[in-house]
């Protein structure tokens, strides 16, 4: 399957989000039942998403659960978690 390099360009930054949310959750120790109200959903729908079905947000929806997380929404970089930069709010 080929996509289209915008088409490209989203999902590598869907899924950068997505992973950051992921290691987020974990480093706060939540389950997905306690992350789904701090990010405004359903826990089934964070499971989904974090299982990589992806075809239920937008790049603005998993901006803002970065950001209720504790995470700056607007940079994705993987290089966030060892810079110890916008860390989560579990961190205090």
Not at 32 to 61: F, K, Y
Not at 63 to 76: E, F, I, P, Y
């Amino acid at each position: 399957m080929r996509f289209a390099p915008t088409e490209a360009a989203e999902l590598t930054v869907n899924s950068a989000r997505i992973t950051l949310i992921g290691d987020t959750i974990k480093a706060c120790k939540l389950t997905h039942q306690e992350a789904a109200p701090l990010c405004g959903a359903d826990q089934p729908t964070v499971s989904n998403v974090l299982r990589g079905r992806m075809e239920s947000v937008t790049i603005d929806r998993l901006t803002a659960w970065l950001t209720a997380l504790g995470r700056d929404g607007r940079d994705s970089r993987a290089s966030l978690r060892s810079a110890g930069e916008s860390r989560p709010a579990c961190y205090g």
